[in-house]
């Protein structure tokens, strides 16, 4: 198997996976990804996902891949263009663990481990903090791959 890879820019290794993952083919491309692993050089590989389809498969080379990154040191991010990509990563809870990122640019910054700036920044002064603290009435949002499901049900409350 042959993965387009190419160097964004010194620090950065680019690799693209077109394929969709599956038993026939999983071990071929975590060999070929994990080749294309610098030993020095760029500190950080970003895989640029371009299919839609994302099955539990890729998901493990992609984990086998960023622990195999991290032991050489290496930086791992995941460019994921698609949504349902996006929403699969999300959804398994390897958003934040994979440093997913729509866009090329994005994932250059997550593998440099920055944030994603906040939508609104109106509320912010030059230290990063907030002008005002939150009410104390109103309960923060619970954040995470899980804030949804992490609340406890009670059956006929909504």
């Given at each position: 198997m042959?993965?387009?890879?190419?160097?964004?820019?010194?620090?950065h290794?680019?690799?693209?996976?077109?394929?969709?993952?599956d038993?026939?083919?999983?071990?071929?491309?975590?060999?070929?990804?994990?080749r294309?692993?610098p030993?020095?050089?760029?500190?950080?590989?970003i895989v640029?996902?371009?299919?839609?389809?994302l099955?539990?498969?890729?998901?493990?080379v992609?984990?086998?891949?960023r622990g195999?990154?991290?032991?050489?040191?290496?930086?791992?991010?995941?460019?994921?263009?698609?949504?349902?990509?996006?929403?699969?990563?999300?959804?398994?809870?390897?958003h934040?663990v994979?440093?997913?990122?729509?866009?090329?640019?994005?994932?250059?910054?997550?593998?440099?481990?920055?944030r994603?700036?906040?939508?609104?920044?109106?509320?912010?002064?030059?230290?990063g903090?907030?002008?005002?603290?939150?009410?104390?009435?109103?309960?923060?949002?619970?954040?995470?791959?899980?804030?949804?499901?992490?609340?406890?049900?009670?059956?006929?409350?909504?």
């Open positions: 042959f993965l387009l890879s190419y160097h964004l820019d010194a620090a290794l680019v690799v693209e996976l077109g394929d969709v993952v038993l026939d083919n999983e071990a071929e491309i975590e060999r070929e990804i994990v294309l692993l030993c020095c050089g760029p500190r950080a590989v640029d996902i371009r299919t839609p389809l099955t539990p498969r890729a998901l493990g992609l984990l086998r891949v195999q990154a991290e032991e050489r040191g290496i930086s791992m991010a995941v460019v994921a263009g698609y949504d349902k990509a996006r929403e699969i990563l999300s959804a398994a809870g390897l934040r994979l440093r997913v990122a729509a866009t090329l640019p994005g994932a250059e910054l997550r593998s440099r481990g920055c994603p700036e906040p939508e609104t920044s109106r509320n912010t002064k030059a230290g903090r907030r002008s005002t603290p939150p009410s104390a009435g109103t309960s923060p949002r619970p954040l995470g791959p899980y804030a949804d499901t992490s609340r406890p049900r009670i059956p006929g409350e909504h």
